[in-house]
């Protein structure tokens, strides 16, 4: 084969080569090498590995903090509540030590009384709230049905008589379901 002449695409894997560069045709042996396109794929393949391992590691990493700062969180999350109840605990010392050496029912009811409603006004404050359940329907999702017992009116029917354990929400979500006797 003669050097001035072209080769067939077809015999170069689909590159038309002149081996002269007088010659004309598209491609010349004294053409810089052009990266292949293999070359470039495993180029993009690195830097995609690349960037999937760095977003791992960082996806990791921030599940471990947040796990971290979920336990602190539960670590400390009634860390509020009780040190205001603490007040009410040291009341409840001082109430305790009066039963002891006092004689005067009506000073120790009073006392005791204050220190309940002390207790209820943090708990309120923190946002707790007692459930109605007396004369109200019933209602399966709130309450947890005791018994059942015959109601003592024909408009009792089908609604709370009776509570035996009250019921609690906190922040408007029930975190106790009032115990109840159903009239029937």
Partial sequence: MNENTQLPEEENNGLNINADE???GTEHLTDPLVES???????????SKDKYVRLAA?????????????V???QTAGRDVIT?????????DRAQAEFEKSDDNVALKEGVKLVFNK????LQAKGLKPMEAIGKD???DVFEAITEIPAPDAGLKG?????????????DKIIRHAKVVVGK
């Fill in 22 to 24: 007088n010659v004309s």
């Fill in 37 to 47: 396109e293999q070359e470039a794929l495993e180029t993009e393949l690195r830097e």
């Fill in 119 to 122: 207790l209820k006004n943090i």
């Fill in 58 to 70: 960082e996806f990791d990493n921030f599940r471990k903090r947040t796990a971290k700062e979920r």
């Fill in 138 to 140: 019933f209602d399966p």
């Fill in 159 to 171: 609604k709370v008589v009776d509570e035996i354990t009250k019921g609690y929400y906190l922040n």
């Fill in 84 to 92: 205001d109840l603490l007040d009410v605990l040291d009341d409840a």
């Fill in 72 to 74: 602190e969180l539960f």
